[in-house]
């Protein structure tokens, strides 16, 4: 894969560290559920670094006042693509908990491999925030691509999209798509099989979040 000024892939040893165990198949529901939270707070950490809105306020410590800078209120909105993308919001809401949750709902046509948008439900005025959009994987880079779409359609302008695991085609395709988004994914696998699913990957992470099959 080419290397894309908008793609950001972490490397990180505690990282590489907890995506070790949420690959294995022996880890269970509740691990890997808190293993996606962790990983998502690193990478939210990493990802906002820059960017955020901030402002400054005035503080009055025990032995003088100064000026100090912190996030605008009401400034940032998490947009999960349902339903895994739900594994990773808790994992942003640690660092910013006030930020409101939108929900973009899509699902695989397993013949064609496309996706198909079902629901969408935002929060008023989002097109003035910074929308992070989260999904654990980024496959094939459909619903990434067609979630950001229509968050642009939506009037958003600040957009940032985290993936936890990420395939070259999928990741190409989005930085390709939509060149003004930042793409931030925690390791980037060999490719993708003949059904569209990552390789090695961790399986369906929708499943392994939610113990459905």
Same mark, same amino acid.
């Given at each position: 894969m080419k290397n894309y000024e908008n793609v950001i892939i972490f490397d990180h040893p505690l990282i590489r560290h907890k995506i070790a165990i949420l690959r294995d198949e022996k880890t269970s529901m509740k691990e890997f559920r808190e293993l996606v939270e962790e990983i998502t707070t690193l990478m939210t950490y990493e990802s906002l670094k820059d960017g955020v809105p901030t402002t400054e306020i005035e503080v009055k410590t025990p032995l003088e006042t100064c000026t100090q800078t912190i996030v605008a209120d !009401?400034? %940032?909105v %998490? @947009? /999960? %693509?349902?339903?895994a #993308?739900? #594994?990773? +919001? !808790?994992g942003v809401h640690v660092l910013f908990p006030s930020a409101k949750v939108g929900h973009i709902g899509m699902y695989r046509n $397993? $013949?064609?491999?496309? /996706? $198909?948008t079902y629901y969408c439900k935002l929060p008023h005025? %989002?097109?003035?925030?910074? @929308? +992070?959009? @989260?999904? /654990?994987?980024?496959?094939t880079g459909g619903s990434a691509c067609d979630a950001i779409q229509l968050l642009k359609n939506k009037g958003c302008k600040h957009i940032k999209f985290m993936a936890i695991i990420g395939a070259p085609e999928g990741v190409s395709k989005v930085a390709e798509a939509h060149p003004d988004v930042g793409i931030y994914v925690s390791t980037l696998d060999r490719c993708l099989n003949e059904h569209g699913y990552i390789l090695p990957g961790l399986g369906d992470a929708g499943d392994r979040l939610f113990g459905t099959k």
């Open positions: !009401n400034s %940032i %998490i @947009v /999960p %693509i349902l339903r #993308g739900l #594994g990773m +919001v !808790n $397993e $013949e064609t491999l496309q /996706p $198909e005025g %989002i097109e003035d925030k910074l @929308v +992070v959009i @989260v999904d /654990p994987m980024l496959a």
